[in-house]
């Protein structure tokens, strides 16, 4: 990239926002959240609406650079989410904030392989949390996106199996779209990749901003019928 398409990306307003504290979202670390503007996808249950449609935000990332070099040896780390942070390239932006010392965590729904390889390949990730959204059968109609966004999802996920990084696998359940079985089944197409970190169940919250026309959930997902013999699970907001 030229230096002037560079400094252009660097300059654009697009992060939406920024949380400048967090002991929650990187395990372990103390980081700060940039919300970059932007998602080719719509899942029903969506809350971060404003974020997937708005085409601008309040920072550039200049201005993130700028935020972090006020907080060398507060923060140890930077999270990337969205929308889908991978949207626009990264590789500019991690290379400074590499260069300040902080680590950098990667919020992403896996579509965009390329990019993601080639932040691995840069040493310009430290980790990353990869949504599954749905199993293949019900990815569509959860993400209103094409399933080629499956099979690119699907490249992304091999790769770091193979690469052994470090990485967790997520998915949002909301019972009116998927169920134990659809949960389950999951859960064996990551046995059989021979995934072996920890599967991150995460309940849906109330919303009333979802992008969906979707409802309070009528049952919650029975996690006694989950099976927890192949890979290590963990329930968050159960
Ligand atoms: S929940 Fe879906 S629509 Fe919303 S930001 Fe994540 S991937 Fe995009």
């Known amino acids: ?18 949380t400048s504290f967090s002991h929650l979202d990187y395990p372990n670390h103390l980081s700060c959240i940039v919300w970059i503007v932007g998602c080719g996808f719509r899942c029903d249950y969506c809350y971060n609406s404003d974020i997937v449609f708005t085409k601008s935000g309040k920072y550039s990332f200049n201005d993130i ?16 989410s969205g ?8 590789i500019p932006f991690c290379k400074q904030v590499k260069k300040k010392g902080f680590k950098i965590k990667l919020d992403t729904n896996g579509v965009n392989f390329e990019q993601i390889k080639k932040l691995l390949e840069l040493k310009l990730l430290d980790y990353i949390a990869l949504d599954y959204k749905a199993p293949k059968y019900k990815f569509t109609n959860i993400t209103h996106s094409s399933l080629l966004k499956f099979d690119q999802f699907e490249q992304t996920l091999i ?22 079985n659809d949960i389950n089944f999951i859960i064996n197409y990551l046995y ?9 169940l995460q309940n849906y919250f109330d919303s009333n901003n979802t ?7 009528q049952y919650q997902l ?17």
């Open 211 to 217: 992008i969906g026309n979707i409802s309070k959930q």
């Open 159 to 180: 790769y770091l199996i193979n690469n052994n990084f470090d990485f967790e696998v997520r998915t949002t359940v909301h019972s009116d779209l998927l169920n134990e």
């Open 83 to 90: 929308g889908e942070a991978t949207g626009v390239d990264l």
């Open 222 to 238: 029975n996690i006694n019928q989950i099976n927890t013999e192949k890979i290590k699970i963990q329930y968050r907001n159960f």
């Open 1 to 18: 990239m030229s230096i002037n398409k560079e400094n252009n990306l660097l300059n654009k307003k697009i992060v939406y926002d920024l």
């Open 192 to 200: 059989n990749k021979e995934y072996k970190g920890i599967y991150y």
């Open 65 to 80: 650079l700028s935020f972090l070099d006020t907080r060398i040896n507060l923060l140890d780390a930077i999270v990337l």
